[in-house]
C-alpha cells in the first residue's frame, strides 16, 4: 500500500520556521518528482514548491520564494519543506504529492499520490 505521511506542522509566530516531511512508504519514489501544496480555509488548494526526480530542479510559487526551501533525501524516501519567515497568509493545510513525472510542475493533477496534511499555523 502506497503512503505518503506528512509532519511537522503546527502553530508559529509570524517571522517563526517550520520544517515539514513526507515520509514515503509501499514503493520508492526516488525515480519521481514531489510536490507540496497548501489548502487555506475557504480557499482552494495551490501550489508552494516541488522538486524534481533527483534534487536538481526546485520551483516555488511566487509567495514563498525566498522563504521556502524543497529538498530530498532519497536514501530515507523522504521529503522536506523548510519554511522560514512565515507569515499569516502562509496558515492552511500542507499536502505533500507524488508526481507521476521525473519533473515538477504546479499543476496538481499532474500527482497521483498524497499525503493527509499537516496543519500550519501562523498567528500574527
Known amino acids: 500500500q502506497v503512503q505518503l505521511v506528512d509532519s511537522g506542522g503546527g502553530l508559529v509566530q509570524a517571522g517563526g520556521s517550520l520544517r515539514l516531511s513526507c515520509a514515503a512508504s509501499?514503493?520508492?519514489?526516488?525515480?519521481?518528482?514531489m510536490g507540496w501544496f497548501r489548502q487555506a480555509p475557504r480557499k482552494e488548494r495551490e501550489f508552494v514548491a516541488a522538486?524534481?526526480?533527483?534534487?536538481?530542479?526546485?520551483y516555488y510559487a511566487d509567495s514563498v520564494k525566498g522563504r521556502f526551501t524543497i529538498s530530498r533525501d532519497n536514501a530515507k524516501n523522504t521529503v522536506y519543506l523548510q519554511m522560514n519567515n512565515l507569515k499569516p497568509e502562509d496558515t492552511g493545510v500542507y499536502y505533500c504529492?507524488?508526481?507521476?513525472?521525473?519533473?515538477?510542475?504546479?499543476?496538481?493533477?499532474?500527482?497521483?499520490?498524497w499525503g493527509q496534511g499537516t496543519q500550519v499555523t501562523v498567528s500574527s
Open positions: 504529492a507524488a508526481s507521476r513525472y521525473e519533473y515538477g510542475s504546479s499543476w496538481s493533477n499532474e500527482y497521483e499520490y
Open positions: 509501499g514503493r520508492t519514489f526516488s525515480s519521481v518528482a
Open positions: 522538486i524534481s526526480w533527483n534534487g536538481a530542479r526546485t
